[in-house]
């Protein structure tokens, strides 16, 4: 604790104006308690549903926004937005490397899925990021340049270029919105038109500004992640130029009607209440990680980031080299959840990956890893991804259950 307390100190400042940031826009878009009544139907004249939009869009620093319970998860509202914005023989520019997993099937990369954009003719390529983790950025400007050409490329000139911001399954650090601005500048420089897409996932209120900030078109995430304060029980927005972000709701609906439609009988205060506390809930995510990343240091294992390196996630991992050690620290996070916590996560096959994974999360929402939870594919170098936690306090003492049962004691 000593060793991390200006890494904390840090991270409380971040917190501090992000939540001036998100409290202003609260009272800037007049919320009130008839923001947060239910609706059914079409969802018409829903003061709820336009405000929330409008709240999103501007904290993250865009013109548009829609939030929707429709979203299933975050690839959904990524996929949702890709289908909106890219014309069939386009190409599609990851310029972070490979997509998180479960793009892969999206895209066309694996699986032969009907629907893909694989299926509808949009191409696939990717420029890989430097030896440092930082986005190639004469690289990515001769991609684009050379779109198109028979020689390079396999179909048309590029329509999106495509920003994965976390890690995901991988080692490689997290892109900060300082490099997410430097790519936008170079693609927009070469070609105004193009359309720079960020995968928000797990980074929103990281860092005091968002892609939105510094030029992103259109980004995408989760609900049940950072903007969801631990509280929203469901959903993902998509936000952007108002343009873009209307042709991903014409997508989630149909066209000509897009996000006018769509109820919410169970009412809006959760999310309400989860976006206002995000800052502080991320915040609490982020101690978690920086202690894990410390103690799991001290006991001898390769952690990325270290412990006091700048952070654009709220991921972190932990390369345990045995497949017996990821299970007994993701076995051990399960034990420390409030609950499930007399579950044994095993190995799983899991719908969009293409390999078992482990994953041990006692949350209160199924699935949400803004809560503390751990997982990890089954295959070399067997590499557990820590994320979330709604309290530090209850977050450490998850971690100290995870370390003792990794090092053999008992419960």
């Known amino acids: ?41 079409y969802g018409y004249n829903d003061k709820g549903k336009e405000t929330l939009d409008l709240l999103f869009a501007d904290i993250l620093g865009t013109e548009s926004a829609i939030v929707r319970t429709g979203f299933v998860n975050g690839t959904h509202a990524i996929t949702t937005a890709l289908f909106g ?35 509808y003719g949009i191409s696939y390529s990717q420029v890989e990021l430097k030896e440092d983790g930082a986005p190639d950025i004469p690289a990515i400007v001769s991609a684009i340049s050379n779109s198109g050409d028979a020689g390079n490329w396999s179909a048309g000139s590029v329509g999106v270029v495509l920003i994965q911001r976390s890690r995901g399954y991988s080692i490689r650090r997290a892109i900060t919105v300082k490099e997410i601005g430097e790519v936008c500048d170079a693609v927009h420089g070469v070609n105004k038109d193009i359309v ?86 991320t915040a609490q995510a982020l101690k978690t990680a920086v202690y894990c990343a410390r103690l799991l240091e001290l006991m001898g294992y390769e952690t990325y980031p270290k412990y006091n390196e700048h952070r654009s996630d709220i991921v972190q991992a932990i390369r345990f080299g045995s497949q017996e050690k990821l299970e007994r620290f993701c076995i051990g996070i399960q034990k420390g959840a409030p609950v499930d916590s007399f579950v044994t996560p095993v190995p799983s096959e899991m719908p969009g990956y293409d390999y078992p994974i482990i994953m041990a999360a006692g949350t209160f929402v199924q699935g949400a890893t803004i809560e503390l939870s751990a997982d990890g594919p089954i295959r070399e170098p067997y590499t557990a991804y820590l994320q979330g936690g709604i309290t530090f306090e209850s977050a450490k003492l998850g971690i100290l259950l995870a370390t003792d049962n990794l090092s053999g004691g008992r419960f």
């Open 1 to 41: 604790m000593a060793d991390i307390k200006p890494q904390f100190d840090e991270i409380d400042k971040v917190a501090e104006i992000n939540t001036e940031k998100v409290l202003a826009a609260f009272q800037r878009h007049r919320v009130s308690d008839s923001c947060f009544t239910g609706t059914t139907g």
């Open 196 to 281: 720079v897409f960020v995968d928000n996932c797990y980074g929103e209120f990281v860092e005091v500004t968002e892609p939105g900030d510094v030029g992103a078109d259109i980004i995408a995430g989760s609900l049940i992640k950072s903007p969801g304060g631990g509280l929203t029980p469901t959903g993902g927005y998509v936000a952007g130029r108002e343009d873009l972000v209307e042709a991903a709701a014409y997508r989630l609906t149909a066209p000509g009607i897009g996000g006018e439609c769509g109820s919410n009988a169970d009412g809006y205060r959760l999310y309400y209440q989860g976006l206002f506390t995000a800052p502080h809930t």
């Open 85 to 119: 914005v890219l014309k069939p023989g386009q190409t599609l520019l990851s310029v972070t490397g490979l997509p998180y997993d479960t793009l892969h099937g999206v895209i066309g990369i694996s699986g032969n899925y009907k629907g893909s954009l694989k299926d």
